[in-house]
């Protein structure tokens, strides 16, 4: 399982934890999240998030 | 080959060099740089306090992880002197450089007002990490647990800090000529609930007025405003706006305005110059009409259509909307302001439903071209996107 931050405002998704608020479960992969998923933060799109090893 | 000079290492340099690094494997870039060329976020220097964060802890890449990552050379501490167009060649503190094709991403300075008073000079701005570091060592010296600080400017910028600090235990005065916060960018309904939020937050709002003077009194300062009332700070911040940085394109004779003119492509008045970011002026519609837009959504956006264009694909920057984020935990807001020239004709509509305010702007011939929300959140904000341009 992998983590990818937002470089805009560093809001990180785990695919462990995925983002069960907007409806994405726990154990999505990176590239199964819907491309028009926004950062919850901050509002930019899935493609500025970067893979963070953390 | 000459390669592909960017100047600058903000959000916009580093989000350029990316994009063209994905599309082209081989191609020569050079990252010139007055600061460290540390990778970091400027809109999170806005809420840094609550999380606690130091200006280091912001920093997510050095200079030396960056070039590394995008393959790219980077000279720091370099500042540019001259940019030859003629002869396409940058003049800077450390040699002078060849370039292929060039991009401007040299950002904004802080406006400074014109303050009178012996401590005028001790005003600070937050544009900048560099910034960040300063105003936190003389927030919290000695690991004291709260100053006074008074804000100059309750826009987007001031807002936020003015919540950020408050959330952190600090004592926040917040000062601007306009009758509300955020006044510029948001429906006057909505500034009237962030006016209540920050107030609840304890935030002392002082508004209609204007600060004239900041003195030395008592180890700390005393800012005296237009309205008489004096207040005592141990921090003045000054968040009242940016100017795009225009010191080389206007040496380079290039077409500038409030910031360096762009095309639909992002090209400058020069061949082979591009700019974007916080120093660009981009083309906003197809009237001809053009703006600074000093916001992520527009550097990422033109970051992918100048790449490509550099790389040999011509590609339009295609600015869609996108919405502010105001960072005001207090009172969550999203909104794209009406465009400047429907303002005068058009008419803010307001919906309350429930704990939530929505504000739709409609031009005068009744098509919605702007709105705000708050409290905002993804499905709100997307439904309210998708309605722009529609007639109700």
């Known amino acids: ?54 | 080959m000459k390669p592909i000079i960017i100047i600058g290492a903000g959000m916009a340099a580093y989000s350029l060099a990316r994009e063209v690094r994905k599309l082209d494997k081989a191609a020569a870039l050079l990252i010139i740089t007055a600061d460290d060329g540390g990778f970091y976020s400027k809109p999170m220097l806005s809420n840094a306090f609550a999380q606690k964060k130091l200006a280091a802890q912001l920093i997510s890449q050095s200079a030396v992880q960056m070039a590394e990552q995008i393959g790219a050379h980077i000279m720091t501490k370099t500042r540019v002197k001259h940019i030859d167009t003629n002869n396409k060649v940058v003049d800077t503190s450390s040699g002078a450089f060849d370039y292929a094709q060039l991009v401007i991403a040299v950002g904004a300075q802080a406006i400074r007002l014109g303050l009178a008073g012996d401590a005028s000079d001790h005003v600070l701005s937050v544009n900048h990490i560099d910034d960040y570091a300063t105003f936190r060592d003389k927030l919290l010296p000695d690991q004291k647990a709260s100053a006074r600080v008074t804000i100059l400017g309750a826009g987007l910028i001031g807002c936020e800090f003015a919540d950020d600090l408050a959330a952190h235990g600090h004592h926040v005065t917040l000062i601007d000529p306009n009758v509300l916060p955020l006044a510029a960018l948001a429906a006057p309904a909505l500034s009237q609930g962030l006016q209540a939020a920050l107030s609840a937050r304890g935030i002392d709002l002082r508004l209609g007025t204007t600060a004239t003077s900041v003195d030395h009194a008592d180890g700390a300062f005393k800012v005296t405003l237009a309205n008489g009332d004096v207040l005592a700070a141990d921090v003045v911040l000054s968040a009242v706006g940016l100017r795009p940085d225009l010191a080389l394109a206007q040496s380079a004779q290039l077409a500038t305005g409030r910031g360096i003119i762009v095309d639909s492509h992002g090209r400058t008045s020069a061949a082979d110059v591009y700019a974007l970011g916080d120093c660009a002026e981009y083309r906003i519609d197809n009237e001809g009409r053009t703006s600074p837009l000093p916001y992520i959504a527009p550097i990422l956006t033109a970051a992918r259509a100048i790449a490509k264009t550099l790389t040999g694909e011509d590609t339009e920057i295609d600015l869609k909307h996108s919405p502010v984020i105001v960072k005001t935990p207090s009172y969550p807001l999203a909104l794209v302001p009406p465009p400047q020239h429907a303002i005068a004709t058009g008419r803010w509509e307001t919906e309350v439903d429930g704990d939530r305010t929505v504000c739709r702007f409609f031009d005068a011939q009744g098509v919605m071209v702007g709105f705000g929300v708050a409290p905002q959140e993804a499905k709100i904000r997307q439904a309210l996107m998708a309605a722009l341009g529609t007639t109700v």
């Open chain 1, 1 to 54: 399982m992998k983590t990818y931050q937002c470089i805009v405002c560093g809001l990180i998704y785990d695919e462990a934890t995925g983002w069960p608020a907007d409806g994405i479960a726990a154990g999505t992969k990176w590239e199964d999240v819907p491309a028009d998923w926004e950062c919850p933060d901050c509002g930019v799109a899935k493609a500025d998030f970067e893979m963070v090893e953390i």
